[in-house]
């Protein structure tokens, strides 16, 4: 049972330095910008004034929807390769449960 708790150990801090690791997004030219944790936690929305001043609110609110889905895309996709990298790293770990 060591090795399962070292597994989940292991998964366990990953997913606490994921809390540390951030990307960003921009769409329309930079003119919204959304940053989110690799945790899937959206950190941050900026919109520019210009942006603002041109738009009416049902099409920000969809261009909003738009940069936090590609941002949650992104981070998604960070914390696949992460987690997959523990998982890995664990195989040869686990086969020694099975008794191979």
Excluded: Y
């Excluded at 899937?40 to 210009?50: M, R």
């Excluded at 895309?73 to 008794?99: C, I, R, T, W, Y």
Aim: glycine letters at 8%.
């Amino acid at each position: 049972m060591g090795k399962m708790q070292e597994a989940q150990q292991q998964m366990e801090e990953t997913k606490k330095r994921l809390d540390g690791v951030f990307v960003d997004v921009e769409i329309e030219n930079g003119a919204i910008k959304a940053s989110a944790s690799a945790n899937l936690k959206v950190t941050n929305i900026s919109i520019s004034d210009g942006l603002l001043a041109k738009n009416d609110k049902e099409e920000l609110e969809d261009l909003i929807i738009v940069a936090v889905n590609k941002v949650l895309d992104e981070a998604k996709q960070v914390q696949e390769v992460e987690m997959s990298k523990v998982a890995q790293g664990m195989m040869p770990n686990l086969g020694g449960l099975f008794g191979q």
